[in-house]
């Protein structure tokens, strides 16, 4: 049986990483294919493409990884409008090059999708291609729901067809997906949270305030 590493908040010093963990785990997906058709050029792209929104989710939101930087979960605490990443688009074209048109389309139609009501966005989930068929990701996903059942606020998130069975186990419900121009087919998933069954569990009549004594944003060292 597979020993699942300690799971810990990400700090400003592991950002980079935790974008080049990124990187490598969606290097070979048809997303990010899709996104980065140059395969010379695809793991550099994605990995300072990465780190625009790994800084953005330091104070807006939170990054759990194991120990051995094996796997992370990038998330966005949407309890109310979050401001895109400062200078943006500048950083996008800079990074992205002759593909930035690919992710800002990513970028647009995903937001459009989004639920308006307060929620915990998991934006990523990424698991290290030698560190695949552990368990990391189911690992990641009971502990990053476990906080979220604590404070009853449902999440979201997006993946493809072929990994949607992962977040189907843990109760994540699929919306109408989403075909990319000329690409695949993104699945839209949300979650409720599960009934608190225990007296003295925190209450949730104020999501925000509650979910934010519980995961504060990491500020740099």
């Not at 994605?46 to 330091?58: N, S």
């Not at 502990?143 to 997006?158: F, V």
């Not at 109408?176 to 993104?186: A, I, K, Q, S, Y």
């Amino acid at each position: 049986m597979d020993v699942i590493p300690r799971i810990r908040s990400a700090r400003w010093v592991d950002k980079d990483s935790v974008a080049a963990l990124i990187a490598d785990a969606v290097h070979p997906i048809p997303l990010a294919q899709w996104l980065v058709p140059d395969p010379a050029a695809r793991r550099h792209v994605l990995a300072d493409v990465a780190t625009i929104w790994v800084e953005h989710a330091m104070f807006h939101g939170d990054i759990q990884i194991t120990d051995d930087l094996s796997a992370a979960t990038v998330a966005f605490h949407r309890y109310r409008p979050i401001a895109p990443p400062a200078n943006f688009r500048i950083r996008l074209d800079t990074v992205a090059g002759t593909h930035v048109q690919r992710f800002a389309v990513l970028d647009q139609l995903l937001t459009n999708q989004r639920p308006f009501d307060p929620h915990h966005h998991l934006a990523i989930l990424a698991v290290r291609p030698d560190a695949q068929r552990r368990g990391l990701g189911a690992a990641m996903l009971t502990h990053h729901e476990a906080r979220l059942d604590r404070i009853n606020l449902p999440a979201w998130t997006e993946t493809l067809p072929t990994t949607q069975d992962l977040y189907l186990r843990h109760r994540y419900l699929p919306r109408p997906t989403l075909t990319l121009p000329d690409g695949p087919t993104v699945t839209l998933m949300h979650r409720a949270p599960r009934p608190a069954r225990e007296s003295g569990r925190l209450n949730a009549t104020n999501p925000t305030a509650v979910a934010e004594t519980l995961v504060r944003p990491v500020a740099p060292e």
